[in-house]
């Protein structure tokens, strides 16, 4: 995203007249440096969200460079990176807490069903207790005749 040369511009002949006049005693020249080799993180640290596009570079610097237009246009466009990060960080966020919903139903439905087949193997075995039972008390009661 870098910043474009506006048609009418010429090089910085860096006579400082944009640092003199700027009422936030910012140094335009250096920005626009920053922003050119897309080192935005330095041209943010240098001042350029103090930059009030109030136009007065624009007004004295000799190469015709529409500067306060090239701030402008470079926070619009660190704003929208801005967003676009935060985005893809809910949207990573929402994609771990669906996949960590979809493991905790996982693990539930499988506790589910060790319960369930160890209930069903206990009442085989209670099942077969009691036939057991059953089939002794007969047998002492109506013992084979021999
Ligand atoms: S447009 Fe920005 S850099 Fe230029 S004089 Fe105004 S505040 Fe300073
Ligand atoms: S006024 Fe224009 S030419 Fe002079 S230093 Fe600033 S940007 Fe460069």
């Not at 897309?38 to 103090?50: K, S």
């Not at 207790?129 to 021999?146: F, G, L, Y």
Request: charged residues 25%; proline residues 5%.
């Amino acid at each position: 995203m870098a910043i474009a040369h506006a048609p009418q511009e010429q090089p910085c002949i860096r006579c400082g007249d944009c640092a003199a006049v700027c009422p936030e005693q910012l140094q335009p020249q250096r920005l626009l440096l920053h922003l050119r080799d897309e080192r935005w993180a330095q041209a943010e640290h240098e001042g350029l969200q103090d930059c009030t596009a109030c136009g007065r570079c624009d007004a004295v610097c000799p190469s015709i460079i529409p500067l306060s237009q090239h701030f402008r246009q470079a926070k619009a466009q660190i704003a929208e990176t801005a967003t676009r990060r935060t985005r893809a960080l809910a949207a990573r966020e929402r994609y771990r807490s669906r996949q960590a919903r979809l493991s905790r139903n996982e693990e539930a439905r499988e506790e589910r069903i060790v319960t369930q087949t160890a209930n069903a193997a206990s009442a085989d075995a209670v099942a077969a207790a009691i036939a057991r039972a059953q089939a002794k008390r007969a047998a002492r009661t109506h013992p084979p005749k021999a």
